[in-house]
Nanobody
Protein backbone atom coordinates (compact mmCIF):
# COMPACT_ATOMS: atom_id res chain seq x y z
CA UNK A 1 0.00 0.00 0.00
CA UNK A 2 1.10 3.56 -0.61
CA UNK A 3 2.00 5.67 2.44
CA UNK A 4 0.31 9.09 2.61
CA UNK A 5 1.21 12.26 4.53
CA UNK A 6 -1.01 15.36 4.50
CA UNK A 7 0.11 18.94 5.06
CA UNK A 8 -1.29 22.44 4.71
CA UNK A 9 -4.09 22.49 7.24
CA UNK A 10 -4.67 25.37 9.63
CA UNK A 11 -6.96 28.13 10.83
CA UNK A 12 -8.59 30.48 8.35
CA UNK A 13 -11.43 32.99 8.40
CA UNK A 14 -14.64 32.36 6.54
CA UNK A 15 -14.23 33.25 2.89
CA UNK A 16 -10.54 32.45 2.93
CA UNK A 17 -8.53 29.76 1.15
CA UNK A 18 -6.25 26.87 2.03
CA UNK A 19 -4.43 24.27 -0.02
CA UNK A 20 -3.90 20.78 1.32
CA UNK A 21 -1.14 18.57 -0.04
CA UNK A 22 -0.76 14.83 0.26
CA UNK A 23 2.62 13.29 -0.44
CA UNK A 24 2.72 9.60 -1.32
CA UNK A 25 5.57 7.15 -1.06
CA UNK A 26 6.02 4.29 -3.46
CA UNK A 27 6.43 3.89 -7.18
CA UNK A 28 2.82 2.95 -7.92
CA UNK A 29 1.19 6.31 -7.06
CA UNK A 30 0.02 6.78 -10.64
CA UNK A 31 -1.99 3.54 -10.34
CA UNK A 32 -4.09 4.93 -7.51
CA UNK A 33 -7.37 6.74 -7.68
CA UNK A 34 -6.93 9.41 -5.02
CA UNK A 35 -9.51 11.01 -2.79
CA UNK A 36 -10.05 13.49 -0.01
CA UNK A 37 -12.46 12.81 2.84
CA UNK A 38 -13.27 14.80 5.97
CA UNK A 39 -14.61 14.13 9.42
CA UNK A 40 -16.14 16.74 11.68
CA UNK A 41 -16.53 16.15 15.44
CA UNK A 42 -19.39 13.77 16.14
CA UNK A 43 -19.98 13.02 12.47
CA UNK A 44 -19.07 10.22 10.11
CA UNK A 45 -16.20 10.54 7.67
CA UNK A 46 -17.57 11.88 4.40
CA UNK A 47 -16.44 12.08 0.80
CA UNK A 48 -15.08 15.41 -0.45
CA UNK A 49 -13.41 14.83 -3.82
CA UNK A 50 -11.81 12.15 -5.98
CA UNK A 51 -9.44 12.14 -8.95
CA UNK A 52 -8.53 9.45 -11.47
CA UNK A 53 -5.07 8.07 -12.28
CA UNK A 54 -4.31 10.64 -14.94
CA UNK A 55 -6.24 13.47 -13.36
CA UNK A 56 -8.64 13.56 -16.26
CA UNK A 57 -11.70 12.61 -14.21
CA UNK A 58 -12.77 14.32 -11.00
CA UNK A 59 -15.77 14.11 -8.73
CA UNK A 60 -16.93 16.34 -5.87
CA UNK A 61 -19.43 16.30 -3.06
CA UNK A 62 -22.28 18.72 -3.70
CA UNK A 63 -21.32 20.68 -0.59
CA UNK A 64 -17.91 21.66 -2.03
CA UNK A 65 -18.62 21.77 -5.76
CA UNK A 66 -17.48 25.06 -7.27
CA UNK A 67 -15.34 25.94 -4.22
CA UNK A 68 -12.83 23.07 -3.97
CA UNK A 69 -10.51 21.71 -6.65
CA UNK A 70 -8.65 18.41 -6.52
CA UNK A 71 -5.53 17.91 -8.63
CA UNK A 72 -2.49 15.65 -8.77
CA UNK A 73 1.10 15.69 -9.95
CA UNK A 74 2.21 12.11 -10.62
CA UNK A 75 5.81 13.21 -11.17
CA UNK A 76 5.83 14.49 -7.57
CA UNK A 77 3.65 11.71 -6.12
CA UNK A 78 1.38 14.40 -4.71
CA UNK A 79 -2.33 15.15 -4.69
CA UNK A 80 -3.75 18.54 -3.76
CA UNK A 81 -7.01 20.01 -2.53
CA UNK A 82 -7.44 23.73 -3.19
CA UNK A 83 -10.19 25.06 -0.93
CA UNK A 84 -11.67 28.49 -1.65
CA UNK A 85 -14.59 30.42 -0.16
CA UNK A 86 -14.29 28.38 3.01
CA UNK A 87 -17.23 28.19 5.38
CA UNK A 88 -17.38 27.33 9.10
CA UNK A 89 -19.13 24.08 8.17
CA UNK A 90 -15.97 23.03 6.30
CA UNK A 91 -14.22 22.68 9.66
CA UNK A 92 -13.03 19.09 9.96
CA UNK A 93 -10.05 16.78 9.87
CA UNK A 94 -9.24 16.19 6.21
CA UNK A 95 -7.88 12.82 5.11
CA UNK A 96 -6.09 11.88 1.93
CA UNK A 97 -6.84 8.36 0.71
CA UNK A 98 -5.77 6.05 -2.08
CA UNK A 99 -7.70 3.34 -3.92
CA UNK A 100 -5.68 0.89 -5.98
CA UNK A 101 -8.01 0.29 -8.86
CA UNK A 102 -10.03 1.67 -11.71
CA UNK A 103 -12.21 4.72 -11.21
CA UNK A 104 -15.36 2.58 -11.30
CA UNK A 105 -14.13 0.35 -8.45
CA UNK A 106 -13.39 3.28 -6.15
CA UNK A 107 -16.95 4.32 -5.39
CA UNK A 108 -16.93 4.67 -1.62
CA UNK A 109 -14.63 5.20 1.34
CA UNK A 110 -14.61 1.44 2.00
CA UNK A 111 -12.79 1.00 -1.33
CA UNK A 112 -9.87 3.20 -0.21
CA UNK A 113 -7.22 1.07 1.49
CA UNK A 114 -4.52 3.67 2.12
CA UNK A 115 -5.12 6.64 4.44
CA UNK A 116 -3.09 9.54 5.74
CA UNK A 117 -3.03 10.70 9.35
CA UNK A 118 -5.28 13.69 8.70
CA UNK A 119 -4.91 17.47 8.65
CA UNK A 120 -7.04 19.80 10.77
CA UNK A 121 -8.85 22.60 8.94
CA UNK A 122 -10.64 25.14 11.09
CA UNK A 123 -12.75 27.93 9.58
CA UNK A 124 -13.76 30.74 11.91
CA UNK A 125 -16.86 32.85 11.35
Amino acid sequence: QVQLVESGGGLVQAGGSLRLSCAASGRTFSSYTMGWFRQAPGKEREFVAQISWSGGITSYADSVKGRFTISRDNAKNTVYLQMNSLKPEDTAVYYCAGCLGFWSTCSGKEDFGSWGQGAQVTVSS
